[in-house]
């Protein structure tokens, strides 16, 4: 039984997101998550394999609006405001070692030894990353409009707003910020920098969670993107990691009057004529609401807990167009704490070259042989994120893929770090299928839906549908497969909520 008017499927941060947000504004919420720990992605899970393994994130943080909105501090989250270091390993064996500070002296010499050229031109380029990466916040933070409709209180009035920003940023800017969302990474750092493994290392950050290589179009935008979720080039951190963000979170819906069940999977949203009912748990259990926000991804949610009998064709035909396509995979690896690999994030990508070779696998259904890497520590604790891992083996299985996963992503880190090997005692690894097995990610796709050209803005999930509504009367979606998604930022959860109180 329940008195919620709401229900939320999924805790993971959108999920909570929305919940905090509905609560504060006085609605009953009820959150319902199939794992036994709120948190989504940033919490640890046990595999099917019976390991268990941490969150999947060194670090994450969310817009400050929504801290400041939802009284995050009060709830015990602060934001690491130190310029974390972003540390590139180099071809030659050496590293470059980046602070995402426009006038930080040793980034400066750092690169001033690889070009006195480039050294001049680091201080615009950041500058202008970080206004770039403003606008687009701004633009995920704007309600998109279904279009073609455009209702002109709700759609235009923001949506002129939005261009204003634009305007405002100056010729030069704006038609870099335009240009640049659909140019390659190598065609954005190359018209920035000359020396290739500065190029390499911020092409990196470009790639990483999507897939998609140095060379593809509209890496120019995941860069911008993801330099937005970061802070810059590196991880930042809050109070208590990723779990200190989801436990303020928790306690913001909570103490707002909001409610929260754990283990409790949603096997069905209920729809009767087009109108939602509410959700028949995994249980058998069935819960009634007149109103049903999911967080899980979009195609999960429409084709799996709706189903295609309930909705337009041409809408399901559409959903299941959503291209979701996970190459992540990640390392869990404990060392004796003398692996020598540098504090900060740590990234193997020593040329443009080999960022796209990595990515090439993905187009022959295999794992990368040489891997592009993202590595963060905790003391004797390493994590390993590896691109590319390919949902979709052609001629293998994960199963028995695993051990060679492992081999190659600790043989890459050692060739750059030759001690960490001899430091390795135990690994635990996630491939794409754990991803969807246990974090319920469809194919394994972190963001809940590429973040390609054609699937960002108002197309996010679908053209038409950037709204946070669905064809079923009631039904809401505010996960990360929506527009402001994916990773961390808590913005299409903040503005399902908007979408949803404004009525
Ligand atoms: C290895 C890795 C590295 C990443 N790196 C970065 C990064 O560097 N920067 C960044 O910003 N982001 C990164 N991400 C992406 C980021 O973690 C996700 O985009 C984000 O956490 C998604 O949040 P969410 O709340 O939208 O969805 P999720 O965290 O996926 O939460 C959805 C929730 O819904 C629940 N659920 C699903 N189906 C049901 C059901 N039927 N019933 C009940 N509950 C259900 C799930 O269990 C889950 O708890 C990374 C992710 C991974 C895996």
């Not at 590293?95 to 930080?104: C, G, I, T």
């Not at 390659?184 to 750092?189: C, Q």
């Given at each position: ?14 999920g ?71 540390v ?19 980034t ?75 140019m ?6 190359e ?13 990196g ?41 989801t ?19 949603v ?14 748990l ?23 807990l ?75 604790d ?9 949902y ?112």
């Open positions: 039984m329940t008195n919620a008017e709401i229900l939320i499927v999924g805790a993971g941060h959108n909570l997101v929305t919940a905090a947000y509905l609560a504060q504004a006085g609605k009953k919420v009820l959150v319902l998550e199939q794992r036994a720990t709120a948190g989504g992605q940033l919490a640890g899970a046990t595999l099917a394999s019976g390991a268990t393994v941490p969150g999947l994130h060194p670090a994450g943080q969310l817009r400050p609006v929504i801290v400041k909105e939802l009284d995050l501090a009060r709830h015990g989250l602060t934001m690491s405001a130190a310029d974390a270091a972003y590139s390993a180099l071809p030659d064996g050496g590293s470059l070692r980046l602070v995402s500070s426009a006038n930080d002296v040793a400066i010499e750092a690169i001033r030894r690889l070009s006195p050229r480039d050294a001049g031109c680091w201080p615009e380029f950041v500058g202008f990353m970080n206004r770039a990466a403003a606008f687009l916040d701004a633009a995920y933070s704007t309600t998109m409009p279904r279009l073609p409709k455009i209702e002109l209180r709700w759609d235009g009035l923001p949506l002129a707003s939005l261009a204003l920003k634009l305007r405002r940023m100056g010729g030069k800017d704006m038609f870099r910020v335009m240009r640049s969302l659909s390659s990474a190598v065609e954005f750092t018209e920035w920098f000359e020396s290739e493994p500065i190029n390499a290392a911020i092409a950050v470009a790639i990483h969670g999507v897939t998609l290589g140095s060379m593809s179009a509209g890496t120019g935008f995941t860069l911008i993107h993801n330099w937005l979720n970061r802070g810059g080039l590196a991880h930042r951190t809050t109070t208590g990691g990723p779990q200190g963000l436990d303020a979170l928790v306690k913001a819906v909570l103490t707002n009057g909001g409610e929260i069940r754990t283990g409790a999977g096997a069905q949203i209920l729809v009767e004529h087009q109108r939602v009912l509410g959700v028949r995994e249980s058998g259990e069935e819960l009634k609401a007149s109103t049903v926000v999911s967080s899980a991804d979009p195609r999960r949610t429409l084709l799996g709706v189903g295609a009998p309930e909705l337009p064709p041409e809408f399901v035909w559409q959903t299941q167009s959503i291209r979701m396509r996970g190459s992540v995979a990640k390392l869990f690896v404990q060392t004796d704490g003398r692996h020598r690999l540098p504090e900060g994030t740590v990234a193997i990508a020593p040329t443009l070259k080999y960022l796209e070779r990595a990515y090439d696998s993905t187009k022959y259904g295999e794992m990368s042989q040489d891997p592009y890497l993202e590595v963060t520590t905790s003391g004797a390493v994590m390993v994120h590896v691109q590319f891992a390919t979709a083996l052609r001629n293998a299985d994960w199963g028995s893929m695993r051990p060679e996963l492992e081999k190659r992503a600790i043989d890459t880190l050692a060739l750059h770090f030759p001690a960490f090997k001899g430091s390795v005692q135990s690994v635990q690894s996630i491939t794409p299928v754990d991803l969807e097995q246990t974090w319920g990610l469809t194919e394994g796709d972190l963001n809940h839906g590429q973040l390609i050209l054609d699937q960002i803005f108002f197309m996010r999930p679908l053209p038409g549908w950037s709204n946070h509504r669905t064809p079923i009367d009631g039904l809401y979606l505010c996960g990360s497969g929506l527009h402001g998604g994916g990773g961390i930022s808590g913005t299409p959860g903040r503005n399902a909520a908007r979408a949803l109180l404004r009525g």
